[in-house]
């Protein structure tokens, strides 16, 4: 591929280090990347010119730079440089420095300054560093909203520490430019802004003005006529040490503008709008602090007008310096390539804009909570790490793209993003049809058996995300049917099929093998020939029922295939034969299917056969693994937009009995569960020989949520479903 000039693609890995109370809480170690150099290949092979990168003090240099451990950053260091990729390296990410010192410490400042000046000696190549990430935000959620260390929560103990921050960037880079005269400083910082109803309007002003705060104060423009000295002032801050800052500038060389979809904000005080989490004031007025995406009718700022207003303010260089979406893998490309597209725009209009960077990844964790606990909340981003080794998603191959052609030919690329339609506004906003942002519609996702239940829930997915789709029903297309077949695929031009027309009583098969063979045989190998001559995508289903049981623990991708009835041979003939037509076809094997408007279902029947008074007769010694639909539909959704290949389980986490599912069942709708009668398999008279083991775990790590969620799920849904009809 030609490589594209002008704005640059760059890198980024998570690598926060913040404290919370004395727990140090490391991204480096939560995402494996500390534990993969292979890692950097990986980012090499995306087209990256830059990385941001983390030599951290915490890490490297605990107890001090006299004892300082750089084997870990020199190892990964050299590696960049043998790849030809620079290295903007960041000393401190989110975080208050090592234990024995803090943001309200003038320890932080010298201490800083010492370990970038040995920082600068050991890797004399670097030219580029950022001593602090955001100094600002980290200042706000350390020492105004008390989320980090040391958990402050006033004015005073927020400048102090924006303070502390500043003079440390400018000691920092100092003792840097003793060692190389030409570095420079690459300061990122949020610059998201916000908006408010009239009677707040000073208040928006305020912040909007505070937003500007660690960029103004390096730069030496907190002088007698900043909008905010006063603020200084009556905060106990002494005048004399804003002149010092103000005599001793340190201003940006590249500033980098990190903006997420949370980083506009609404102020309003109509409370009775917001739930309470919401709620806040500032002494004067109490009002709720919401999201500008979820309330404001003009949505969000926007990438443009931030690197806009970035430009007009400090005519500096500018780079995008985090780009990230915690969303699914559609709206995650719309988010980079708006972004992209953005950061031209500008460019355009004479803003020098150098690149946008690939943030997160290798994804991030628990941000949903501020990093303030440790969940497990993972949010995937270039790659997922959730399984034996990264693997790429979407954004990998939209990042090549925009790397070496400068545009993105992703079908669902085009599409507005959800912050730009009408369903993101939660709080009784009005909607205005002339909001949404219109382009040229995507090629669809085209379903097959879209009457059945898993078609439908695909359907609803796609519906749900805003994905376009077309749904055919099995009498609206055969796909065994070879001519109807190929004038269907003609037509619609799916760039993705999903087939979810399929034949599935298993107990009937073992009579009706040839329909069994037709609908789960002829038809998807017929489908997967028309994928690859109209070069489309393939997803098809398969089930625990390729196996023959005889295994102790649930079975993963790579267990060898063995079916024991008619059903399931089928549906390993499938298997091989789709996979050697189109080796890119999506094979996801699930376990027994549940959800809304699923009647077929073994949890429906149990449900039914109980709520009528009837005991309810169910194996004791045949093991499964429930799979809830609507998290079966979303996963697979992601997966085939991850381009993902070959055999996948999926399955909620958690594998019993049928006996005991049902029993679940019906503790979660309030029935009695003694009127599940187990028994064994053999004295239910059942046609088809089945699996004894019939439990599906991934190697590929592709679970989903775990059973007692999807139960949870499923209760509301149908709590919800009875109280819409009554």
């Known amino acids: 591929m030609r490589e594209h000039s002008g704005i640059e693609l760059w890198g980024g890995v998570e690598c926060t280090v913040n404290r919370v109370g004395d727990q140090h809480l490391d991204q480096l170690e939560r995402t494996g990347h500390y534990a993969r150099i292979t890692d950097l290949d990986r980012l090499a092979e995306l087209g990256v010119k830059a990385v941001r990168y983390p030599v951290l003090w915490e890490r490297t240099a605990p107890r001090g730079v006299g004892s300082a451990d750089f084997s870990w950053a020199d190892e990964r260091l050299h590696r960049l440089k043998e790849l030809g990729i620079d290295v903007i390296v960041g000393l401190v990410h989110h975080g208050s420095g090592p234990l024995g010192t803090s943001l309200m410490d003038d320890s932080f400042v010298s201490g800083l300054e010492e370990f970038a000046g040995a920082v600068a000696e050991r890797y004399p190549w670097v030219r580029d560093f950022t001593p602090v990430n955001e100094p600002l935000t980290t200042a706000r959620f350390s020492a105004l909203y008390g989320h980090w260390y040391p958990h402050r929560r006033d004015d005073a103990s927020f400048l102090r520490a924006l303070l502390v921050e500043t003079r440390a960037t400018a000691a920092a880079m100092r003792a840097i430019r003793r060692v190389r005269p030409d570095a420079r400083l690459v300061q990122t910082e949020d610059f998201g802004a916000v908006d408010s109803t009239p009677e707040l309007a000073y208040q928006a002003e305020f912040e909007n003005q505070r937003r500007w705060l660690s960029l103004d104060l390096l730069a030496g423009r907190v002088g007698r006529a900043h909008p905010l000295r006063r603020y200084f002032l009556d905060h106990g801050v002494p005048a004399a040490e804003l002149a010092r800052i103000e005599a001793e500038p ?427 009668h187990a028994c064994p398999a053999q004295s239910l008279g059942l046609r088809a020989n089945l699996p004894r083991q019939g439990g599906l775990h991934s190697r590929r790590r592709a679970t989903l949520p775990t059973l007692p969620e999807a139960l949870e799920h499923y209760v509301k849904h149908r709590a919800d479903a009875v109280l819409a009809a009554g």
């Open 250 to 676: 340190c201003p940006a060389d590249v500033i980098g503008v990190n903006y997420y979809l949370t980083s506009d904000r609404f102020l309003d005080h109509r409370l009775e709008h917001y739930p309470a989490w919401t709620h806040g004031g500032n002494g004067r007025h109490r009002y709720a602090d919401v999201e500008a995406v979820r309330v404001r009718e003009e949505g969000i700022f926007g990438h443009h007008h931030v690197l806009r207003e970035v430009w007009q303010r400090y005519e500096t260089p500018i780079a995008v310096t985090e780009v990230h979406l915690g969303c699914t893998p559609e709206e995650q490309i719309r988010w980079l390539v708006e972004a992209w597209e953005a950061a031209h725009a500008a460019r355009a209009e004479g803003a020098d804009v150098r690149a946008i960077t690939l943030w997160s990844a290798f994804g991030a964790c628990d941000w949903d909570s501020l990093v303030t606990q440790a969940r497990g909340h993972y949010e995937p981003g270039v790659f997922d790490v959730r399984g034996p080794a990264p693997r790429p998603t979407a954004l990998a191959a939209v990042a090549k793209e925009l790397a070496f052609t400068g545009r993105s030919e992703h079908p669902l690329a085009a599409a507005p993003g959800w912050w730009r339609r009408d369903e993101r506004l939660l709080y009784g906003a009005p909607r205005s049809s002339t909001r949404t942002i219109c382009r040229p519609r995507e090629r669809p996702i085209l379903i097959t058996g879209a009457g059945g239940s898993l078609g439908a829930a695909l359907v609803r997915a796609c519906e749900e995300r805003g994905i376009h789709v077309r749904a055919m029903t099995r009498s609206e297309l055969d796909i065994a049917d070879e001519a109807v077949l190929e004038r269907a695929i003609a037509e619609v031009r799916p760039w993705l099929v999903i087939n979810a027309a399929r034949y599935t009583r298993v107990h009937e098969a073992e009579d009706e093998v040839e329909a069994c063979r037709r609908a789960n045989v002829v038809g998807p190998t017929l489908l997967a020939a028309a994928c690859r001559r109209h070069a489309s995508r393939l997803l098809m289903f398969s089930s625990s029922f390729v196996f023959d049981g005889s295994k102790s623990d649930p079975y993963v991708e790579d267990d060898p295939v063995a079916p024991i009835n008619a059903y399931g041979e089928a549906q390993a003939q499938a298997e091989r034969s789709v996979l050697d037509v189109l080796p890119s076809a999506l094979v996801v094997r699930t376990g027994s299917l549940f959800g809304p408007c699923e009647a077929r279902s073994f949890a429906a029947l149990a449900l039914a056969v109980v709520q009528r008074g009837e005991l309810f007769h169910a194996a004791d010694d045949l093991f499964v693994s429930p799979t809830y639909l609507p998290h079966l539909a979303h996963t697979c959704l992601d997966l085939a937009i991850d381009q993902a290949e070959g055999v996948w389980h999926l399955a909620n986490d958690g594998v019993l009995s049928f006996a005991s599912w049902a029993k679940m069942m019906c503790d979660a709708f309030g029935l009695p569960s003694w009127a599940v």
